[in-house]
């Protein structure tokens, strides 16, 4: 069983920049793919970024954050990062962590855990 537990959001103008945290229980966080996925008001939740266990190179981006957001672990803390740079009004939205066995994936449906999200406002 993994917990996650996401901070970091909150309200931003456009152009900023924010950072959002999620915090995994358990001590097998290192052997778990992780993902971070967003739902706007009125949509369906969609794929934002994912990381292999190992970190590093091994991630994925939607082509609509690709070149402003980062995704990034620090295994050693049970923890995986979304910077978001040049937030765009569109970027508005809950983004949740979520968790999954085996190798990184875009898709929703294949990830195990999820966390309670985290609410991401950016302003004009």
């Avoid at 898709?107 to 609410?119: D, K």
Wanted: positive net charge; glycine residues 12%.
């Amino acid at each position: 069983q993994v917990q996650l537990v996401e901070s970091g959001g909150g309200l931003v103008q456009a152009g900023g920049s924010l950072r959002l945290s999620c915090v995994a229980s358990g001590r097998t966080f290192s052997s778990y793919a992780m993902g971070w996925f967003r739902r706007a008001p009125g949509k369906e939740r969609e794929f934002v970024a994912a990381i292999n266990w190992g970190g590093g190179d091994h991630t994925t981006y939607a082509n609509s954050v690709k070149g402003r957001f980062t995704i990034s672990r620090d295994n050693a803390k049970n923890t995986v990062y979304l910077q978001m740079n040049s937030l765009k009004l569109e970027d508005t939205a809950v983004y949740y962590c979520a968790a999954k066995t085996g190798v990184l994936s875009s898709s929703r449906g294949s990830y195990n855990y999820w966390g309670q999200g985290t609410q991401v406002t950016v302003s004009s």
